[in-house]
C-alpha cells in the first residue's frame, strides 16, 4: 500500500544514501517545511500548534539529527549545501512543485541559503531568530544580548547556573553533555522565563541536541540578492538571534515582511504563539495584507 507522504505522522526516505526523518502535523493545502536549529536540535521544540491549524506543518529531522542518519564524517561535514540537497529530496518525495520553508536560528541560515540557491523550489522562506552573520560580530552582539537579560534577572538565586551553562556551551562536544547545557541555559532563550515556568518547564527537560559542527555564515550579499517572498520573524529578547539581525535581514531582502515579537527570546512560537501563528499563517495564506 502506498503511503501519503503528507500523511500525518512520522515518514522516512533515503537522501544521499542516509535515512532523513521528517514529521507531518495540521491541516491545510499549504505545505510548510520547518527546520530547526542548533545545529543538531532535535525538531520537536518547534511544534506550533495553532499554526497546524490552518497549514500542514512538515517538521525536518536534518541529516546528522536525531533519528536521520549520520554523515561518515560525522560531527564534521554537514555543510548548508548537504543540507540543501536534503530539502531537494524531501520537497521531491512530498509530490510537491514548491513549498514554504521556515528555519528557526541554525535552521534560518539553512533557509535562506536554499532560498537564494533554489528560488523556483519555494513559495516563499520564513526567516525566524535568523542572523546575515556568524562569528565574532553576532558573539558580540549576543553578549551585549546576556547582559541585559543578567540584568533583567538580577539577584535571581538561578542566574549563575544558566550562565554557567551558557559560558560551557562552546566547549562541549558530547551530546549528552551538551543537552545537559541546553536545558541548563533554556531560562536564556525565554523572555521571562521564571514568571511563566510553569508554561515551560517540561519543553526544558525535553529538549534534546545532537552536537554538530557549523559553518560560518557570511551572507549579506546572499540576503540582499533573495528574490524569494519573505518573511523576517524575531523576539525582541532574543539572546543569539535578535531584533537587531532581523531588522538588518529585513533591510537586506528587497520586499520582505517583518515581525518583531514584543515579548518573546528564542521560542517566540511558545512565548507568543498567537501572535507568531498570525505572522506565518497570514505570510503562507497570503493573508492580512501580506504580499
Known amino acids: 500500500m502506498t503511503i501519503d507522504p503528507l500523511s500525518a505522522g512520522a515518514h522516512e526516505l533515503v537522501t544521499g544514501g542516509l535515512t532523513q526523518r521528517y514529521h507531518v502535523h495540521g491541516q491545510g493545502d499549504e505545505v510548510l517545511v520547518a527546520v530547526p536549529g542548533g545545529p543538531g536540535v532535535h525538531w520537536e521544540y518547534l511544534r506550533m500548534p495553532e499554526v497546524e491549524q490552518h497549514v500542514t506543518v512538515v517538521h525536518v529531522e536534518p541529516v546528522g539529527t536525531g533519528g536521520s542518519g549520520r554523515l561518515p564524517a560525522h560531527p564534521r561535514g554537514y555543510t548548508r549545501e548537504v543540507y540543501a540537497e536534503a530539502l531537494d529530496n ?10 514554504h520553508l521556515l528555519g528557526h536560528s541554525h535552521g534560518g541560515f539553512v533557509a535562506q541559503y536554499y532560498a537564494a540557491s533554489r528560488p523556483s523550489r519555494l513559495a516563499g522562506v520564513i526567516l525566524y531568530d535568523s542572523s546575515p ?51 541548563g541555559l533554556f531560562p536564556a532563550y525565554v523572555a521571562d522565563y521564571w514568571k511563566r515556568e510553569p508554561e515551560f518547564a517540561a519543553l526544558r527537560e525535553q529538549v534534546s541536541v545532537t552536537y554538530i559542527e557549523a559553518d560560518l555564515v557570511q551572507d549579506r550579499e546572499l540576503l540582499a540578492g533573495l528574490t524569494v517572498p519573505a518573511l523576517v520573524l524575531a523576539g525582541r529578547y532574543d539572546v543569539i538571534c535578535g531584533e537587531r539581525w532581523a531588522r538588518e535581514i529585513h533591510s537586506l531582502v528587497a520586499g520582505s515582511r517583518l515581525v518583531i515579537l514584543e515579548e518573546s527570546g528564542h521560542m517566540g512560537h511558545i512565548e507568543e504563539p498567537a501572535a507568531f501563528a498570525a505572522a506565518v499563517t497570514g505570510f503562507v495564506t497570503r493573508r492580512h495584507g501580506v504580499s
Open 90 to 99: 524531501l520537497i521531491d518525495h512530498l509530490g510537491r512543485e514548491r513549498v
Open 133 to 183: 552573520v556568524t562569528g565574532p560580530e553576532q558573539g558580540a552582539e549576543s553578549m551585549r544580548q546576556v547582559e541585559q537579560f543578567i540584568a533583567r534577572n538580577a539577584g535571581n538565586p538561578e542566574l549563575p547556573a544558566v550562565l554557567e551553562a551558557l559560558q560551557s556551551v562552546g566547549s562541549i562536544t558530547d551530546d549528552t553533555e551538551l543537552t545537559a547545557a541546553l536545558r
